[in-house]
């Protein structure tokens, strides 16, 4: 494949599903990472897009907030081994809660094993991975319907989690960096996000490689408020390291081999 046409198949892919891993391009254009970054770079230097550690991003304003179809479909196997390693920070008879996002979502699935489990979330898909699950007790939240993450938001959320105090948070966003922490493009979103923070003890984000140095516009939490970051290997490691002088506990995970189709194929409409 000629290079115009594997430029055109990469940009096509990122206007779709707004960022992409190097792997992830690398297989789709049939060509080695070493190929594939001499594209990117190329792209680059055209205003075409931006390259990022592991991967490339489209330009996109502070405010911007990617549909949930393409959201899933980014770093599937990332996701995968990230919910995974979540997944072991939970046991029989915690109460945690769980936040809206394509990697949350994958790890409420891992749970539903987990004997005594308490479950409160703002999330509709979590709740509906869960919900047929005798052994998970599952608290969902009242709120306004935010269509874009399939999340229960407004002060209605909110005031449902006065005075809960649970194990742990798992929660996710649009971006991590040490200088601003997790970061999401929207206020509301921010808002009922701190409130979930704030019902526990530690709070665990989950972060797939591509949103690593990513910083949009509503800060959810500091990076000093983060007790514990699970991440996959292709993250910047300067990010990563600045993060752990911060007092940040960073997990780093390594992805199957393959994708994990059933990360990808989630059951929101446009998901095909």
């Known amino acids: 494949m000629f290079a115009p046409e594997r430029h055109r198949l990469i940009l096509a892919h990122l206007q779709m599903h707004e ?5 992830e391009l690398s297989a789709l254009t049939s060509s080695s990472e070493v190929t594939t970054r001499r594209d990117l770079r190329s792209l680059e230097a ?3 897009l931006k ?3 592991g991967g490339a ?3 996109a304003g502070p405010a911007h907030e990617p549909p949930y179809a393409a959201k899933a479909r980014v770093a599937a196997a990332e996701k995968a081994a990230i919910a995974e390693a979540a997944a ?7 109460a945690v809660v769980i936040g809206p996002g394509t990697t949350t979502w994958a790890l409420a699935r891992l749970l539903v094993d987990c004997p005594d489990l308490i479950v409160v979330t703002n999330s509709l898909l979590v709740t509906e991975a869960l919900m047929d699950t005798p052994a998970v007790e599952v608290h969902v939240t009242g709120g306004i319907l935010r269509a874009s993450i399939h999340a229960l938001i407004g002060p209605a959320a909110e005031r449902s989690l006065a005075g809960l105090r649970t194990v742990r948070t798992f929660i996710s966003g649009n971006g991590v960096t040490a200088e601003r922490g997790l970061t999401t493009p929207n206020p509301l979103v921010a808002s009922i996000d701190r409130v979930l923070v704030a019902a526990a003890r530690e709070v665990v ?7 690593i140095g990513q910083d949009t516009m509503c800060q959810t939490i500091p990076p000093e408020a983060m007790t514990h970051l699970i991440v996959d290997e292709g993250a910047d490691r300067r990010e990563i390291e600045r993060l752990r002088e911060l007092g940040v506990q960073v997990q ?3 992805p199957a081999t393959a994708p994990v189709a059933d990360v990808v194929d989630w059951p929101g409409p446009g998901g095909s």
């Open 46 to 48: 055209d205003g075409r």
């Open 57 to 59: 991003v489209l330009e």
């Open 88 to 94: 072991a920070l939970v046991g029989p008879g915690d």
């Open 252 to 254: 780093v995970v390594a």
């Open 19 to 23: 960022s992409a891993t190097l792997r």
């Open 51 to 53: 390259r990022r550690h």
């Open 205 to 211: 984000v989950l972060a797939d490689s591509t949103k």
